[in-house]
C-alpha cells in the first residue's frame, strides 16, 4: 500500500503525467501494488484563480499522509514571478528535507549519445546533488543596491550534518547496488573553508565503507573527465550548485533533457519524483512533449516504494522504445507523447 499526490502542474506537465499515470495505473493493476493516487489542485492555474501556491496544511499531508509525490512541471508565462513554482519546489525540498537530489546518468541507447565510441557500459552513474544546502538557501543580501557603490553577497551554506548525510546516502547506494566507487567533487583548492569541510567529511564518511574506492576530483576537471572518460565513474557526490550544472551535462550524455528522470529524497520519508525537463511552454498542448523523462521517474519512484524490478522493466522499455525509434519529435521520431507511452505499454505487458 502507498499513497501518491499526483501535481500535474504546468505546460507540458499535465500531458506528461497524464501518460505516466496511465503506465502507473496499469503497473498497479497487473502486479498488484495498492497504489493509490490523489490529483493535487495546485499550479499557475490554481494560483491565477486564488492566489494559493502551497497551503501549509497540504504540506502537513504531504508530510503525514503520502509516501511519494508526483510532479509534472512547474512555470508559466502567466505568472513572471514563477512564484508558485518556488513555493512549491522549494517548499518540499526544504520543509520535507529533500536533501537527495538523485540523477541517473543512464545511457540507453548508443545512438543518443553525444560521444564518439562511448556506449550504455561507458555512461551508467547516479550523481547526489546535495538539495538543501550550498549556494540556494538565499542567505547573502545587497548593499548600496543600483548605485556605482553595490555589493551583493550570496553565502555558500555548508553543515556539517548536512555534507555528512548526503556523502553518506551516496556511499549506502554504492554498497547496496554492488558499485565499485564514489566520486566527491568540489573546489577545495579555491573554497577554502566550506569545501575543506567537505574533503575531511568525505574522508571520515568513507572510512566507514572500507570496500569502496573514494576519490576526489575538482568540480573543473570532474566535468572534463565525465565528458572525456564517462566510464570511470559509478557515482558521484557533490554539492547543490555543482551538482545543478553537471547533472545536466549528464542529461545531454545520456540522450537529451526528454530522457533525465529525477528524485528529490529523503530517504526513508515521502520524496518527489519528477522528469527534469521543465514546463516547455513552446510546444505545450501540441501532445508531441517526450513523455519518458517521465516514465522513468515514476520508475525511481515505484522503486522508492519497494519495487526496484518494476524500475528496471521501465528502464529496459524506454530502451526498447529508443531502439525502435518510438519517439517523440525531438529526437527524430514520429510519435506523438500517448503513441510513445501506447508503445511502452505495449514493451511492458500491460498494454
Ligand atoms: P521552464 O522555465 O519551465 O524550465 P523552459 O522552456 O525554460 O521551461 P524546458 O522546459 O526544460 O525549459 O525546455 C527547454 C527546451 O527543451 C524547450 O525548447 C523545450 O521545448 C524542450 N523540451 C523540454 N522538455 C521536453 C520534452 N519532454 N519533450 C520535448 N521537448 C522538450
Redesign the pocket.
Known sequence: MAKVAVIAGD??GPE?IHEGMRVLKALDEVHQLGLSFEEMDLGAERYLRDGTTLPPETMDRFRDEFDAIFLG???DKRVPSNVHAKDILLGCRFQLDLYVNFRPVKLLDKRRCPLKYKGPRDIDMVVFRENTEGLYTGVGGQFKRDTPDEVAIEAELNTRKGVERIIRAAFEHAKQHGLPSVCMADKSNAMRHGHDLWQRTFHAVAEEFSGIEAFHLYVDVLAMEMVRAPERFDVIVTNNLFGDIVTDLGAQLQGG??LAASGNIHPGAVSLFE?V???????AGKG???PL?THLSAGMMLSHLGHPELEKKIQGGVRKCLLNNQV?K?LGGKLSTKAVTDALMVHLGVA
Open positions: 505546460g507540458i506528461v512541471a512547474l512555470g533533457i526528454g522528469p525537463h521543465g514546463s516547455a511552454p513552446d510546444i508531441i512533449a517526450n523523462a517523440t525531438e
